[in-house]
């Protein structure tokens, strides 16, 4: 009964920056522990970000420094902010709750020139 809902995604030049964002609704009463993952096509599915219930944040080694992960609580809405944006960013870009064990429909970033 969780739905994730995405949106943000889009065609970026290299350098440039994106903000993805997640709405949760259902039975989501705060939303908390939530993750980024991303696939690109023939790929392994990889963890991006992740936020804890206590506000703690982990990133993968190859996104770390450029993008950021965040929650707003008030709107049951977790963001990806990314910045410094590499072709091989290049995914779709899913959210995920760890604590409901739902994803979204995931949203497609490339980054091109």
């Known amino acids: 009964q969780v739905r994730l809902v995405e949106s943000g995604g889009g065609l970026v030049q290299p350098g440039g920056s994106l903000r993805l964002s997640c709405a949760a609704s259902?039975?989501?009463?705060?939303?908390?522990?939530m993750a980024w993952y991303r696939q690109a096509p023939g790929k392994q599915r990889e963890l991006v970000a992740g936020i804890t219930s206590d506000d703690n944040t982990a990133y993968g080694d190859s996104v770390k420094g450029r993008f950021t992960i965040s929650i707003d609580k008030a709107v049951n809405t977790v963001y990806l902010q990314m910045t410094s944006l590499k072709p091989e960013d290049t995914a779709v870009y899913y959210c995920?709750?760890?604590?409901?064990?739902?994803w979204g429909q995931g949203t497609q970033v490339t980054v091109d020139s």
């Open positions: 995920k709750s760890r604590r409901y064990s739902a």
């Open positions: 259902g039975i989501i009463a705060s939303i908390s522990d």
